[in-house]
């Protein structure tokens, strides 16, 4: 992957000192069972607070435990759990070490890399909340500080997280374990009679590179000059923070809160048998009607929302699966149970956008470049850096649509904060004659989205080859917040770029 691939005369190619990496296919399967993190909830008017540290956490039962940076001691961080319209204030201090364990690449752009070495900043991916609470990148604070953020919760239910965004070096406190989920729930979703309480599981995927003494390693490139590497795609595939663990579940129907966490990979998850299964939401929030699936693909970012019944498989297990790979086990007790669980046949309404609504077009590319002198390969949203002046400026309350015309080769899982939106479609179009003259010619049909992806949406993955348009209405509030690939190592260098909603 990686779309600059004309060989650099300039790259040095010394070999960097890879550790020995762990071959998790000799690791006994399905001896863990599946950690479920604590939860936490806001109890009135009082701040939660949560503490980033470091700690040591066992990813399987054969391995030593593995050095890792936390919400709250725990990777993933505790499941956060709020009600829509509730206001919920978080303090999140630092207490992390004060130098980083893992690589820090003085060369990234933009990232003000020197010192220092150790700086956070949390954003709750998906909510809409004013900027001083949002995680603006540069908001970073070090050992020793906090920050007390307020979130108004005025959104309806959905799967939401919480990751590091510091400037420069999230990619590598995301990597260390910087994540957790956030459920915020409303009275509409309630009185659907979904599964719930212990029949509905947070399955957080992440994967990492382990050496063969279980510690995270991150990697470099050979190129001296420029030791940042485009992608990272890990040899151990957690859930939970677990490696190959196991659930045990009762015949009957659980909801599955799934999210890619992931620096780079995407998941295909599918069950062993092929099985069919009903996602019921996205990013944000329920679809309009429950979708069957045989396989859904997950982007770093993205969130899914699957019910999975497992009364026909009483006494039996079954493996979920990564394309062929598969990474945890489902243990189905025998015997009977009363499962008084719904999926209603109508979910929510989602009214479809309007393209008539939008009173602002924007052209926005995907870029990728090789500069062999010395410097990585950059990769740009519309063909800017971070610390170039704001473009995009949407009014309060207005509705826009934004063409991502992805002229590299990969698939960039592109996401908005604060706001969210639906996708129109992704259709083929020439990127020479892009390039040439900016001017679209496209080369076949759009492609609706698939029902999956049919509701409200806060990441949308943009496929290589294609212009995918997004409609977005800017509501919420005014200020300065970030768009990026959810590729971590393609944010940091540098597929971010602010945009600012402006009052009317
Ligand atoms: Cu998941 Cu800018 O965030
Ligand atoms: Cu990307």
Redesign the pocket.
């Known amino acids: 992957m990686g779309g600059g691939s004309a060989l650099c005369k300039h790259m040095v190619t010394d070999q960097p000192n890879v550790p020995r990496l762990l071959d998790p296919t000799q690791l006994k399967p399905f001896v863990d069972p599946l950690p479920l993190p604590p939860v936490l909830r806001a109890s009135d008017g009082k701040a939660l607070r949560v503490d980033m540290r470091e700690t040591e956490q066992r990813l399987h039962r054969d391995l030593s435990p593995t050095r890792v940076w936390t919400y709250g001691g725990c990777m993933p961080g505790p499941t956060i759990e709020v009600q829509s319209g509730k206001t919920v204030r978080i303090d999140w201090r630092n207490e992390l070490p004060r130098k980083h364990f893992l690589p820090i690449d003085h060369r990234i752009h933009g990232a003000e890399l020197d010192k220092p070495e150790v700086r956070a900043i949390v ?1 709750v ?1 998906g909510a809409s909340v004013p900027t001083a609470s949002d995680g603006y990148p540069e908001d970073w604070y070090v050992p020793g500080q906090s920050r007390l953020h307020t979130y108004p919760n005025k959104q309806d239910a959905a799967a939401l997280w919480y ?1 590091d ?1 510091a400037m420069g070096i999230n990619r590598l406190n995301i990597y260390a374990g910087m994540f957790g989920n956030l459920i915020l729930r409303d009275e509409h979703e309630r009185s659907l009679g979904l599964p719930q309480g212990e029949q509905e599981i947070p399955l957080t995927l992440s994967d990492r590179l382990l050496t063969t003494d279980a510690q995270l390693y991150y990697p470099v490139s050979g190129n001296s000059e420029a030791p940042w590497v485009s992608e990272v795609f890990g040899n151990a595939m957690l859930v939970n923070g677990a490696l190959l663990p196991y659930l045990d579940v009762q015949p009957r129907r659980y909801r599955f809160r799934v999210l890619n966490a992931s620096n780079a990979r995407f998941f295909n998850l599918k069950l062993r048998d092929g099985r069919s299964f009903q996602q019921i939401g996205s990013d944000q929030g329920l679809l309009p009607a429950p979708v069957t699936q045989h396989s859904v693909f997950i982007a770093p ?1 993205e969130r899914v929302d699957l019910v999975i019944d497992f009364a026909a498989l009483a006494g039996q297990q079954i493996e979920l699966l990564n394309d062929a790979l598969p990474i945890m086990q489902l243990r189905i007790g025998s015997g009977r149970v009363r499962d008084t669980s719904e999926v209603p046949a109508v979910l929510r309404d989602v009214p479809r956008m309007p393209e008539s609504a939008a009173t602002q077009q924007r052209m926005l590319t995907l870029d990728s470049y090789q500069d062999c002198v010395a410097e990585p390969m950059l990769m740009l949203l519309a063909g800017k850096r971070w610390h170039e002046p704001v473009t995009e400026k949407p009014v309060l309350g207005s509705t826009e649509i934004w063409n991502l015309i992805n002229l590299t080769d990969d698939s960039h899982p592109i ?1 908005l ?1 604060m706001v969210r939106f639906q996708i129109l479609d992704r259709r083929p179009f020439d990127s020479g004659e892009w390039m040439e003259s900016q001017t679209v010619r496209y080369t076949g049909p759009a492609q609706l989205p698939s029902a999956g992806e049919a509701g409200w949406k806060d990441v949308v993955q943009a496929w290589p080859g294609m212009i995918t348009r997004i409609i977005v209405r800017f509501d919420g509030y005014v200020g300065r917040y ?1 768009w ?1 690939c ?1 590729l971590l190592e393609h944010e940091a260098n540098e597929m971010m770029r602010p945009f600012e909603v402006v009052a009317a």
């Open positions: 954003h991916h990751h965004h970012g996401h904060h970030a990026h959810h």
